[in-house]
């Protein structure tokens, strides 16, 4: 019993351990701080959600350089913090073009956020502002990750690799607020050890293989491959005790299809990072990447810090690029603008200094996230992500899920069917949200040349749409197949033996007839009808329906006489049975009483 107290210590020591907390205004690390270091030791990070299939369709993931709607940025960390923040924002709606969405963790925030942006001059009516909890500004490493699903927009997150439980919630409320598809995968990663090209390059340092102990690389670059249509390269990651995140945004950025910026070391030449960054930078060159190399310096001692000038943000026609006051690497400032400049002749170069984050182990790149432009431009776009394919009985019921996108926002969605490979077009529904589902009846026609239509409509009426990638098929049997099955047999009368049939067969929601002939002309006679067979004796025949109405008719000159009917259209009715035979009274050609009549009619109902 003695030799357990120990470990009923231990467990009694982690039940105890304290939640790390994130007071507001406080500067907390962009790496893991020593309390989250503890906490770690007895306790699993938080999964913001469980794991989704990755999308459906083309999928194309954006890249820094692409046009840009606005950036993100978290309204945390200390007032120096902040005041980076507001300056760039200020940048950002008046030299980019783009929108600035400030997440505050209440209402009460906004004026105070509003106050220290509008005052570094930015253009109010391009800052938006979510209200949601978040932890930290370390908003790269947790936010939302956009990809283009068929041309819309939709957001794919993972498991952030800190326990700042808020933050990690943070994509899944994002998606929600702006109407995104969301696609979540299983990996623990922080969204600063990546970059990516638009060509279907990703590349990120192995430390997120080291975090995801037992997956194993080619898992991993699978996971890459389904959710975001990547192709990654793995370079390895810096020593912690010269960057404590591990992150590939630290030392290396892509700023175009074919252009690269990776940090050389000019006072550390023979160190661990600049043989890293040497061996990328070849790397990066035989892929046929022009490599533009940055200066970069890691101070020494237990406060040391990494001075990176490759950590900057792009957006739109700008970059704004960290500037430092210590005069370790001060002199690397102008160099640092001017590199940017070579490798970015066509945007203006906006430099900001960051000394304030760059002790906390991020710069600029880290407090920021991208919001892509609409990829229409000016059209919305629509993306019918489901049915496209398959066979649908009629009547069943259709879940048809779309998305849709547009730059000023999707005023309205519409949904058609076509059974005709798209000749013409009937309403299912309109005046639909810009995302979302709808359980529609499958039509009773059949074909094979069935389509669904999603159609997305803007304020200024421009529209696209998407249909269905193969055609489907409406009015498939499901094992239901409609039929006339006679049964029993009839008594003679006047014109021989009478015959009870149909003009077609009982196919649900279409017209049929039924056809009653070789009966005594002129001549009434009953046409009885129910849901279950009989063989009741009468007259020297069978009563072969269980009936509950007969309907009365009239023969004509020669003995024949039509009922028509409508099959009903509900898919409910499939596979039913109904009953029907006609008996004709009066007949002096009928033995006994002088009742004739024809054998069953047995009509199944269906497809």
């Given at each position: 019993?003695?030799?357990?107290l120990?470990?009923?210590?231990?467990?009694?020591?982690?039940?105890?351990?304290p939640?790390?907390?994130y007071p507001?205004?406080?500067?907390?690390s962009?790496?893991l701080?020593?309390?989250?270091?503890?906490?770690?030791?007895t306790h699993?990070?938080?999964?913001?959600?469980?794991?989704?299939?990755?999308?459906?369709?083309?999928?194309?993931?954006?890249?820094?350089?692409?046009?840009?709607?606005?950036?993100?940025i978290?309204?945390?960390?200390?007032?120096?913090?902040?005041?980076?923040l507001?300056?760039?924002?200020a940048a950002?709606?008046t030299?980019?073009?783009?929108?600035?969405?400030?997440?505050?963790?209440?209402?009460?925030e906004i004026?105070?956020?509003?106050?220290?942006?509008?005052?570094?001059?930015?253009?109010?009516?391009?800052?938006?502002f979510?209200i949601?909890?978040?932890?930290?500004?370390?908003?790269?490493?947790?936010?939302?990750?956009?990809?283009?699903?068929n041309?819309?927009?939709?957001?794919?997150?993972?498991?952030?690799?800190r326990p700042?439980?808020?933050?990690?919630?943070?994509?899944d409320?994002?998606?929600?607020y702006?109407?995104?598809?969301?696609?979540n995968?299983?990996?623990?990663?922080?969204?600063?050890?990546?970059h990516?090209?638009?060509?279907?390059?990703?590349?990120?340092t192995?430390?997120?293989?080291?975090?995801?102990?037992?997956?194993?690389?080619?898992?991993?670059?699978?996971?890459?491959?389904?959710?975001?249509?990547?192709d990654?390269?793995?370079f390895?990651?810096?020593p912690?005790?010269?960057?404590s995140?591990?992150?590939?945004?630290?030392?290396?950025i892509v700023?175009?299809?074919?252009?690269?910026?990776?940090?050389?070391?000019?006072?550390?030449?023979?160190?661990?990072?600049?043989?890293?960054?040497d061996a990328?930078?070849?790397t990066?060159?035989?892929?046929g990447?022009q490599?533009?190399?940055?200066p970069?310096?890691s101070?020494?001692?237990?406060?040391?810090v990494?001075?990176?000038y490759t950590?900057?943000?792009?957006?739109?026609?700008?970059?704004?690029?960290?500037q430092f006051?210590?005069?370790?690497?001060?002199?690397y400032?102008?160099t640092?603008l001017q590199?940017?400049?070579?490798?970015?002749?066509?945007k203006?170069?906006?430099?900001?200094n960051s000394?304030?984050l760059?002790?906390?182990?991020?710069?600029?790149?880290?407090?920021?996230?991208?919001?892509?432009?609409?990829?229409?431009?000016?059209n919305?776009?629509?993306?019918?992500?489901?049915?496209?394919?398959g066979?649908f009985?009629?009547?069943?019921?259709?879940?048809?899920s779309?998305?849709?996108?547009?730059?000023?926002?999707v005023?309205?969605?519409?949904?058609?069917?076509?059974?005709?490979?798209?000749?013409?077009?009937?309403?299912?529904?309109?005046?639909?949200?810009l995302?979302g589902?709808f359980?529609?009846?499958s039509?009773?026609?059949?074909?094979?040349?069935?389509?669904?239509?999603?159609?997305?409509?803007d304020?200024?009426a421009?529209?696209?749409?998407?249909?269905n990638?193969?055609?489907?098929?409406?009015g498939?049997?499901?094992?239901n197949?409609a039929q006339?099955i006679?049964?029993?047999?009839?008594?003679?009368?006047?014109n021989?033996?009478?015959?009870l049939?149909?003009?077609?067969l009982?196919i649900?929601?279409?017209?049929?007839?039924?056809?009653?002939n070789?009966?005594?002309?002129?001549?009434?006679l009953?046409?009885i009808?129910?849901?279950?067979?009989?063989?009741?004796?009468?007259?020297?025949?069978n009563v072969?329906?269980?009936?509950s109405?007969?309907y009365?008719?009239h023969?004509?000159?020669?003995?024949?006489a039509?009922?028509?009917?409508n099959?009903?259209a509900?898919?409910?009715?499939?596979?039913m049975?109904?009953?029907?035979?006609?008996?004709?009274?009066?007949?002096?050609?009928?033995a006994?009483a002088?009742?004739a009549?024809?054998a069953?009619l047995?009509t199944v109902?269906?497809y």
């Amino acid at each position: 019993m003695l030799s357990l107290l120990p470990s009923i210590l231990l467990l009694a020591a982690a039940a105890q351990e304290p939640q790390p907390v994130y007071p507001e205004g406080a500067d907390i690390s962009r790496a893991l701080t020593k309390a989250e270091t503890q906490w770690l030791k007895t306790h699993d990070l938080v999964r913001p959600a469980a794991a989704t299939p990755p999308a459906e369709g083309p999928v194309f993931c954006v890249p820094e350089y692409a046009p840009m709607d606005g950036i993100l940025i978290a309204w945390e960390g200390t007032n120096g913090q902040k005041t980076i923040l507001a300056q760039m924002a200020a940048a950002v709606t008046t030299m980019a073009d783009a929108k600035v969405y400030c997440v505050v963790d209440s209402a009460s925030e906004i004026s105070a956020a509003t106050n220290s942006i509008q005052g570094q001059g930015a253009d109010m009516n391009l800052v938006e502002f979510p209200i949601t909890k978040t932890d930290t500004i370390w908003i790269r490493d947790y936010g939302p990750r956009y990809i283009y699903q068929n041309g819309v927009r939709a957001i794919v997150d993972h498991d952030y690799n800190r326990p700042r439980n808020n933050d990690n919630a943070f994509p899944d409320f994002f998606s929600r607020y702006r109407h995104r598809a969301y696609y979540n995968h299983d990996l623990t990663h922080g969204g600063g050890n990546f970059h990516l090209d638009a060509l279907g390059g990703g590349y990120l340092t192995r430390l997120i293989t080291n975090e995801n102990n037992g997956m194993g690389e080619a898992y991993i670059h699978g996971v890459f491959d389904a959710y975001q249509n990547l192709d990654c390269t793995f370079f390895a990651p810096f020593p912690s005790s010269v960057d404590s995140t591990q992150h590939l945004d630290m030392w290396m950025i892509v700023v175009d299809d074919d252009k690269v910026i990776i940090s050389e070391w000019p006072t550390q030449g023979s160190s661990t990072q600049a043989q890293i960054c040497d061996a990328a930078a070849a790397t990066m060159a035989a892929k046929g990447f022009q490599v533009f190399r940055m200066p970069a310096k890691s101070t020494s001692g237990w406060n040391g810090v990494h001075y990176t000038y490759t950590n900057a943000v792009m957006c739109n026609d700008i970059v704004m690029v960290p500037q430092f006051s210590n005069s370790a690497i001060s002199q690397y400032n102008s160099t640092a603008l001017q590199v940017w400049q070579a490798a970015c002749p066509s945007k203006t170069i906006v430099p900001i200094n960051s000394d304030a984050l760059v002790t906390s182990a991020g710069v600029m790149h880290c407090v920021m996230m991208h919001v892509p432009a609409a990829s229409d431009g000016d059209n919305p776009t629509a993306y019918l992500v489901g049915p496209n394919d398959g066979s649908f009985a009629a009547g069943a019921p259709i879940e048809v899920s779309w998305i849709s996108d547009d730059d000023l926002g999707v005023a309205s969605v519409n949904l058609d069917y076509s059974i005709d490979g798209g000749a013409t077009w009937q309403s299912i529904a309109t005046g639909l949200p810009l995302a979302g589902s709808f359980t529609w009846v499958s039509p009773m026609a059949a074909t094979t040349q069935g389509q669904i239509r999603v159609t997305a409509y803007d304020a200024n009426a421009l529209s696209q749409f998407d249909i269905n990638d193969t055609d489907l098929e409406f009015g498939a049997s499901g094992g239901n197949t409609a039929q006339l099955i006679p049964y029993g047999s009839g008594k003679a009368g006047s014109n021989g033996m009478p015959a009870l049939t149909a003009s077609a067969l009982p196919i649900l929601g279409t017209q049929i007839q039924f056809e009653i002939n070789q009966v005594r002309g002129n001549s009434p006679l009953y046409l009885i009808f129910g849901s279950a067979p009989a063989n009741d004796p009468f007259d020297g025949a069978n009563v072969l329906v269980d009936y509950s109405t007969y309907y009365s008719l009239h023969s004509n000159a020669i003995g024949q006489a039509t009922m028509p009917g409508n099959v009903p259209a509900n898919g409910a009715y499939a596979g039913m049975s109904f009953f029907w035979q006609v008996w004709v009274p009066n007949d002096p050609a009928a033995a006994g009483a002088g009742w004739a009549c024809t054998a069953g009619l047995e009509t199944v109902l269906g497809y």
